[in-house]
């Protein structure tokens, strides 16, 4: 609903372009089912949520003194913090673009650019994140024999490597699904706006 009417407030501004920046300035600010304003719950909620998720696994993880599951544990706690730190950043961003002023277009373009970046810095984070954690799960057999994982351990290297790549590419198909569910069909209209504007 935002973008057609973002898309009729700047068709049919005239020539004039500061009223229509001012139009587009406003919609963006003021609307609650746009967008933008999908983000920003979005992000919203997820920096809420990490910080749970990282107190629950320091609770769960608490009485555990397996090397394995202290080095879960730090490891999650890793990837809590990067993620965290991404929706803050993210968040301020989409405020930063509902209070725009001066060229509307170039700081959309920008700003745009700015989000879609993001979101595949952090696809490429989680994923690879993953796939280091594999790694590290087989270096622990030269390493360090740990009894959380003598079970594992004994499964022939062949299947290991048919588990880790199946969870892998569950992970990934998981991971793009949910992107361009929760943001990236929200960045693509402000992008398809963007566009707009050059016409």
């Known amino acids: 609903m935002e973008l057609d009417e973002l898309r009729n407030s700047w068709k049919g501004a005239g020539t004039d372009i500061q009223p229509r920046q ?6 963006l600010r ?3 089912q746009g967008p933008l ?3 920003k719950r979005r992000f919203r909620k997820s920096m809420i949520v990490i910080p749970a998720l990282a107190l629950i696994l320091l609770t769960e993880f608490r009485h555990q003194q397996s090397f394995i599951y202290t080095l879960l544990k730090y490891y999650l706690l890793a990837f809590c913090f990067f993620m965290e730190l991404y929706f803050i950043y993210n968040y301020r961003l989409l405020g930063q673009m509902q209070e725009m ?3 509307v277009k170039e700081t959309l373009k920008r700003q745009v650019a700015l989000l879609r970046k993001g979101l595949f810095w952090r696809l490429v984070i989680s ?3 993953v796939a280091l954690f594999f790694i590290l799960l087989e270096m622990l057999f030269v390493f360090h024999v740990d ?5 594992w351990h004994q499964k022939p290297l062949f299947l290991r490597i048919v588990l880790y790549g199946a969870f892998f590419l569950f992970f990934w ?5 949910a992107t361009y569910r929760r943001y990236k069909r929200h960045i693509n209209d ?9 016409e």
Not at 22 to 27: P, T
Not at 173 to 177: A, E, G, H, K, S
Not at 193 to 198: A, I, N, P, S
């Open 22 to 27: 001012r139009s587009i300035g406003e919609l």
């Open 30 to 32: 003021h609307q609650d």
């Open 37 to 39: 304003a999908r983000l």
């Open 101 to 103: 002023n001066g060229n």
């Open 127 to 129: 994923r690879s994140m």
């Open 147 to 151: 009894a959380g994982l003598q079970d």
């Open 173 to 177: 198909v998981l991971t793009r699904v």
């Open 190 to 198: 402000l992008e398809e706006l963007v566009k707009e504007m050059d």
